[in-house]
């Protein structure tokens, strides 16, 4: 007999299965599979019904975060456990509402994205033939880790604040922004002020960084949340002092 | 009928559809263009291309040269009026993505970087470390965002072209969220689908690539171009099949056989130097490099795995810090899917289906022979890439046509007619054969037959081929063809089983091109190898092969003269 792993699935369908529940499966252990492979093995032989969502299989699309035993991962780059002797429980993300079985929306995010201007701005343009703009590795370094957002929606997921509050912006958002506020071309922060600084989400954040945590990757939104406070917290500070626009 | 929905409707929102959709929205911001795609567009396989974009940017580089290089990469099988204007717009288009903020590698001024690719004689790769797909994607994607005039139809499952009088008119499709069917019309339509690397049982490509735009156009009645290349990549990762860039040879990797020795010196490739030298050795191109590998494995050189045989990639004389700095991602994805360290191991690699050469037929500013139908992108054949694609081409590639045939169709859209009603009545029919599959009951599972498909083209029509094994294959997915699926899922919401069987067949006729165009083309160039005609034949087959789709009939194969300009066909030589 080979070794079998147990999964416990939730399953939720408007139209089937209006009562969530969670449903046992049993999948053969094979040490080269990641939780995403148990699922499509699944849908392959015994329910076809099963859903989610996966695309690339190397941890870079986004499609495939769930909760494995309560913790955001993406589920093609998490191995089967072995010999576990509790099933393995699989959810779809929290905070988001559900679609079907492991399938959430996530209309809400990127409504919120393209809220706080994730594009260069510039005040004066620089036409192709003058070429690249000049970038040192430096500058580069300053927005560089805030680029690697692959919108996996797992910090939101693990975000309590966004749990509470809808309306904050939330980790990738936020991180998105300071990326292009950091970065040497860009002369837009000031025009994605008034959106972060909005709502008090921000404000809410503590240093706790769960988003960071479970960020698989390394992105650290809650460094960019820190250090958008300050910047917002030195604006505020400004504006009482100089008079209003000239900040 | 009223006006149509859409302008311009884009089918794809990957680098291709994305850049198509910035070159409508800012040449003709009157127009209403739509992008419609079946997983949100950040999501798309572009997102994983790691290695880099070509573009001559170097002082010491020269147009004419990337033409050289990637026409002899090619074999000659590409159009060189094409390539010519290609190689001429690709810096100009890599520069663009810069203003939009890509975070290309930059060398210590701050100048953009560029690294070394196969088959490329010169440094001419840009790059964001390995991560270029991924960075190049979100950059257009985020672009987009400030575009309001770009609407979207986010996991939108395109499944047939409406047609009105011989002209594209608009698609049927579902929209997965809620299962329901809608015809949505426009001027225009722009495939930019993607490729069809599922075909095959190991590929470095994504669930989603199922040669859904390639199917969509072939039964509209456009053609299929050189559908016969389909690129093995020499270097994917056993079992999981992803994708060990070529970046990794350029930093300076070996490949070495089961007696640690540089084996593709003995295949025409030149002679191991310490440090990496363009156009010889690992820097050679990926149809030699794969064909190695086959060679080698009849020798009994290889290594035997449990997912067939491997040889190895060296690049631990990199050192740490050369790895973390240039190809972090591949050490990252070692780590994480084969648990490995690639500053202290070996990696295990064998050729993977990559990337499809061929495809919807289009002239080079992205119109298809149907009028109202334009392709960018890997599901489009311009063609470029001939019987081999070089390493770095593809993404200056989506962005250079893609661009285009968002002009074109922009254009065109200008002046086109409104649907008639004809279209509605075909749009009626389509959501009766979808609600049948919807409800079908006591077939074969999808992944029985989409498990028998993938291996008939693996043994059938894989690096090496004859007319026996296409035959078989040929047959093996006739037989497939007339299978009945049955469903599990009969629900409306999200039913991605519903949709994977309609991607089944796309893929079943994708693979039924493959196999046909192959059997007729008897020679031997580029990616197509025919152990029963071994040489180039440059007398019958400097042309491309077109094939035609015939409902319930072997499709119609015919040929298209090469356009030679410049650089009239000779051998291809590396390493001397
Ligand atoms: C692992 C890997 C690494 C690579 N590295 C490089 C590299 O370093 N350099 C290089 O030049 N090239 C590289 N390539 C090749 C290159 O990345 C691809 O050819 C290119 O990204 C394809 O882009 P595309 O826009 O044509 O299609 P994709 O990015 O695949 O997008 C296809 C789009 O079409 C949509 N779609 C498909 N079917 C339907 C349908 N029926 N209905 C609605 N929407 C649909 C999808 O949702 C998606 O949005 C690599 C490829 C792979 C697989
Ligand atoms: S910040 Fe990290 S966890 Fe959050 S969406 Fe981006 S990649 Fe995912
Ligand atoms: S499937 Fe793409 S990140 Fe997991």
């Known amino acids: ?247 | 009928m009223d006006s149509p929905a859409h302008d311009v409707l884009i089918l794809g929102g990957g680098g291709a559809g994305l850049r198509a959709a910035i070159a409508v929205a800012q040449s003709a911001p009157e127009l209403r263009v739509a992008v419609l795609s079946k997983v949100y567009p950040m999501r798309s396989h572009t997102v994983s291309a790691e290695g880099g974009a070509a573009g001559v940017v170097a002082k010491d580089d020269s147009l004419d040269e990337h033409a050289y290089d990637t026409i002899s990469g090619g074999d000659w099988l590409c159009d060189q009026d094409a390539v010519e204007s290609f190689v001429r717009a690709a810096p100009q288009e890599l520069t663009q993505l810069e203003h939009w903020g890509c975070p290309w590698s930059r060398d210590a001024s701050g100048h953009i970087a560029v690294r070394a690719f196969g088959g490329m004689r010169k440094m001419r790769t840009w790059f964001a470390a390995d991560k270029t797909g991924f960075h190049l994607l979100h950059t257009l994607f985020q672009t987009t965002l400030q575009y309001d005039s770009i609407h979207r139809y986010d996991e939108w499952f395109a499944t047939r072209l409406l047609i009105d009088d011989g002209r594209v008119q608009g698609v049927v499709a579902i929209d997965a969220s809620t299962g329901r069917i809608q015809a949505i019309t426009a001027h225009a339509v722009i495939l930019c689908t993607g490729g069809c690397g599922r075909v095959f049982p190991f590929t470095t490509n994504a669930n989603i690539k199922n040669g859904d735009g390639m199917s969509l156009a072939w039964r509209a009645g456009a053609p299929l171009k050189d559908m016969e290349f389909v690129q093995y990549h020499p270097t994917g990762l056993p079992f999981t099949g992803i994708l060990i860039t070529e970046a990794a040879r350029a930093e300076g990797g070996y490949l070495i056989n089961k007696d640690g020795y540089r084996y593709l010196q003995d295949y025409d490739l030149g002679t191991p130097q310490l440090k990496p030298v363009l156009r010889s050795m690992e820097l050679g191109p990926r149809d030699r490099l794969s064909q190695a590998f086959v060679h080698e494995q009849a020798k009994g050189r290889t290594i035997p795995s449990p997912h067939g045989d491997i040889v190895h990639l060296d690049l631990r004389h990199l050192g740490e810090d050369v790895i973390n700095a240039r190809l972090p991602f591949i050490r990252e994805l070692c780590l994480k899917y084969q648990n490995l360290d690639p500053v202290t191991e070996l990696i295990p690699v064998r050729p993977v289906v990559h990337y499809m050469m061929g495809g919807v037929h289009t002239n080079n500013e992205g119109a298809t022979p149907l009028p109202g139908l334009y392709a960018a992108g890997e599901v489009a054949c311009v063609s470029i890439n001939g019987a081999n694609r070089l390493g770095s081409n593809s993404l200056p590639e989506l962005l250079v046509f893609g661009a285009r045939a968002g002009l074109a169709a922009a254009d065109y859209a200008r002046s086109a007619h409104p649907p008639s009603d004809h279209v509605e009545a075909q749009a009626a029919d389509e959501i009766r054969r979808l609600h049948t599959l919807l409800h079908r009951k006591g077939g074969r599972r999808i992944a029985d037959i989409r498990v028998r498909m993938q291996s008939a083209m693996e043994s059938g029509a894989g690096i090496f081929r004859d007319a026996k094994t296409l035959c078989d294959a040929a047959n093996e997915i006739a037989e497939l063809q007339s299978a009945d699926v049955s469903l599990d899922d009969h629900s409306l919401t999200f039913n991605t089983e519903w949709i994977a069987a309609l991607e089944l067949s796309f893929m079943l006729d994708v693979a039924q091109a493959i196999v046909h165009s192959a059997l007729s083309r008897e020679e031997s160039r580029g990616a197509h190898q025919r152990t029963d005609f071994p040489a180039r034949d440059d007398s019958r087959y400097l042309a491309h092969t077109l094939i035609y789709h015939r409902h319930g009939d072997a499709p119609r194969v015919d040929y298209l003269p090469v356009t030679i300009t410049r650089w009239p066909p000779g051998q291809r030589v590396y390493g001397r």
């Open chain 1, 1 to 247: 007999m080979p070794e079998l792993v147990n999964l416990e699935v939730f399953r939720y369908s408007p139209e089937h299965t209006p009562e969530p529940r969670f449903q046992k499966f049993q999948v053969p252990y094979n040490k080269e599979w990641v939780v995403l492979d148990a699922l499509n093995y699944i849908k392959d032989r015994t329910d076809g019904s099963l859903s989610f969502r996966w695309s690339c299989r190397m941890g870079i699309c986004g499609s495939c975060g769930v909760l494995i035993n309560g913790e955001p991962k993406l589920s093609c780059a998490t191995f089967l456990p072995s010999k576990s002797s509790k099933p393995i429980r699989i959810e779809p993300l929290r905070h988001f509402p559900v679609i079907r079985d492991l399938i959430v929306h996530i209309g809400d995010f990127m409504t919120k994205l393209k809220k706080v201007k994730p594009w260069i701005i510039r005040t004066n343009e620089s036409p192709l033939s003058e070429g690249e703009f000049l970038q040192t590795p430096d500058e580069m370094e300053r927005y560089h880790q805030f680029s690697h957002c692959i919108n996996c929606m797992l910090c939101y997921a693990a975000c309590p604040i966004y749990g509470l509050d809808p309306l904050f912006a939330g980790p990738a958002a936020i991180a998105l922004a300071q990326r292009y506020n950091n970065d040497s071309r860009d002369q837009g922060a000031a025009r994605r002020m008034p959106i972060l600084s909005s709502h008090d989400g921000i404000w809410a954040c503590t240093f706790v960084g769960e988003c960071t945590q479970v960020c698989p990757k390394h992105v650290d939104p809650a460094a960019a949340i820190q250090q958008y406070k300050l910047t917002a917290a030195l604006h505020s500070l400004k504006s009482v002092i100089a008079p209003r626009g000239a900040a």
